[in-house]
């Protein structure tokens, strides 16, 4: 079993749609939450980030962390024909590389909004 | 704020041939990563250096993969000899503490170099 699942889609959507993006997680000693975006042949840029439990918004964007569920998700609203890209989740059991700080990515899912 | 540099953006080698890739960090970014990203795949962890020294190589393949980073600022990661699954784009981060929001090490990723080995 891999530690962060993640559905790899690809899924479509049109624009202005309510998107919602998902991880799972099997290490109960993850804390720190992450979502990137990869544009293609771009490297990851970090979009949220979420430390335990609970939801945090940034405009169109909100995170929510359900820890007892071992679930994360991305929720992106009036989505845009630039929100298209790889939404890739990932996680850490700490800070730094010696409390736990490796960051363990899903495999991305494949977001496309069509205009 | 100039980014993560990498060079080359592409590479096509036979099997067995040797390559190397090479990382500027963020100017004054103490950690750097290197990460293996196969297609449809998320990136995994190659090996991760603090300063010049590496703090975490358990997933680099050693028989085949090395890395150094010198001086503490650019680094280069090399295989020798490649295998065809080593075909992926090869990505490097760097970080230098303050993670958006507080706490942690944001870590900031180059463009990639995609590699592919026939």
């Known amino acids: 079993q891999k530690e962060v699942e993640q559905d790899p889609g690809p899924l479509s959507v049109p624009e202005g749609a309510i998107v919602s993006l998902n991880c799972t997680y099997s290490?109960?000693?993850?804390?720190?939450f992450m979502w990137y975006r990869q544009y293609s042949r771009k490297g990851p840029e970090l979009l949220m980030y979420?430390?335990?439990?609970g939801n945090k918004e940034d405009g169109r964007f909100t995170a929510q962390v359900d820890k007892s569920s071992k679930y994360i998700s991305l929720f992106i609203r009036d989505s845009q024909p630039s929100d298209s890209a790889t939404y890739l989740c990932?996680?850490?059991?700490?800070?730094?590389?010696?409390?736990?700080?490796?960051?363990?990515f899903g495999q991305g899912t494949e977001l496309s909004v069509k205009p | 704020e100039a980014g993560v540099a990498q060079s080359p953006r592409y590479k096509i080698i036979e099997k067995r041939q040797s390559v190397a890739f090479w990382c500027n960090p963020i100017?004054?970014?103490?950690?750097l990563y290197w990460y293996q990203q196969i297609l449809g795949q998320g990136p995994k962890l190659l090996i991760q250096?603090?300063?010049?020294?590496?703090?975490?190589d358990s997933q680099l393949p050693k028989d085949r993969f090395s890395a150094e980073r010198l001086k503490g600022v650019d680094s280069t990661l090399k295989i020798q000899p490649a295998k065809l699954e080593d075909s992926a784009v090869y990505l490097c981060?760097?970080?230098?503490?303050?993670?958006?929001?507080?706490?942690?090490?944001?870590?900031?990723f180059g463009p990639g170099t995609r590699l592919l080995v026939l």
């Open positions: 981060a760097s970080s230098g503490g303050g993670l958006a929001g507080g706490g942690g090490e944001t870590q900031y």
């Open positions: 290490n109960s000693a993850f804390q720190y």
């Open positions: 979420t430390y335990s439990s």
């Open positions: 990932a996680m850490s059991a700490g800070i730094g590389y010696n409390q736990g700080g490796k960051l363990i």
């Open positions: 100017s004054g970014h103490a950690t």
């Open positions: 250096f603090q300063n010049n020294g590496v703090v975490d």
